[in-house]
């Protein structure tokens, strides 16, 4: 496959003509939409197909519907979804009901997703939360109770797969003890080793261990991790992603990065450095998400083939995901 290890995304609610020429020229691996992009599920639907025939494949198309704060399909023409800390909350006391909740819900998105060609959801949130975490995660993620997190976080990607749809757990290696918003800057975060260990870590490495580890995809995220790397933030260092991703949690899967055009990535120059910066560091993929066709414009002149060793990951998760559709 000739595709650029990234993931575009467009500016409005259908496909631009100079949007079509540069995706079929570029050929990006896939695409992300943003409420931006959806109205209804009939003018999804031919979006997506719009944006397959550029590229002459059945690429993969994602999106951000966790429910709560953070659902690009939204009402009318979409239900509204509980945020994941809802369910998070209810399995404190009552496990097997949030869990049966829990598969409601995350199968009912599931119909929405491919009823309108979108094939990769960036669900679940598994920071575990802390008394300082800051807002931008918040509800979004199910608790503070690491083994909560993972029980709930392996049961909504076990459910996706089944759907046919590819999961990314984010924000790897957590979230959930930043002060910051790492979309305005870079957030530090100064637990030791052994802390991020043993909660942290965990819900990441339970699904990185599990038999559906290789068709899951993963986000690390733009936040500064003392104890891992005292001067890049996780997206964009080679020693969190090879040492802390690959090694100690143990993710074998497809790893996309956090949306280039976040704060967190200021240091890593324009478009392109960033997509530089974080395929460097050991990202599969690159993900672009402002729409804007000079950025992408610049990226295509600019990012290198597709690894091989990406190319592996992908297969061997289309292989997971198909077994378990």
């Known amino acids: ?171 790897m290696p957590g979230h959930g003890r930043t002060r910051a918003d790492s979309h305005k800057e870079v957030p530090v975060v100064d637990a030791s080793l052994r802390e991020l260990r043993e909660s942290d870590f965990h819900p990441f490495r339970i699904i990185a261990e599990s038999d559906i580890g290789p068709a899951v995809w993963g986000m690390p995220t733009p936040v500064l991790y003392t104890a891992l790397d005292a001067n890049r933030p996780a997206c964009v260092s080679k020693a969190v992603i090879q040492k802390t991703i690959r090694e100690d949690i143990g993710f074998k899967g497809v790893l996309v990065s956090d949306a280039l055009d976040m704060g967190g990535f200021d240091g890593c120059g324009d478009a392109p450095g960033r997509v530089k910066a974080v395929l460097d560091a050991g990202c599969d993929l690159a993900l672009h998400c402002t729409g804007k066709l000079d950025e992408m414009e610049a990226i295509a002149a600019t990012a290198p083939a597709i690894r091989k060793d990406t190319l592996n990951r992908l297969q061997k998760a289309a292989e997971f995901s198909s077994m378990a559709a």
């Open 1 to 171: 496959m000739d595709a650029l290890p990234v993931i575009f995304s467009l500016s409005g609610l259908g496909l631009k003509e100079e949007e079509r020429l540069l995706f079929k020229s570029a050929n990006p691996l896939g695409f992300i939409l943003f409420a931006r992009n959806c109205e209804n599920p009939k003018q999804v639907r031919d979006l997506t197909d719009a944006l397959k025939n550029a590229v002459g494949r059945d690429c993969p198309v994602l999106i951000d519907q966790e429910g709560g704060r953070v659902q690009r399909l939204k009402p009318p023409a979409w239900p509204q979804y509980p945020p994941l800390k809802s369910f998070g909350d209810m399995a404190a006391d009552d496990m097997p009901g949030a869990l049966e909740k829990l598969r409601r819900r995350t199968c009912s998105i599931a119909g929405d997703l491919k009823n309108i060609g979108v094939s990769v959801n960036c669900d679940p949130v598994l920071d575990v939360l802390t008394p300082s975490t800051h807002d931008v995660i918040g509800d979004r993620s199910f608790s503070g109770n690491a083994d909560i997190v993972a029980r709930l976080g392996l049961a909504v990607c076990r459910h996706y797969l089944e759907a046919g749809i590819t999961p990314v757990i984010k924000h």
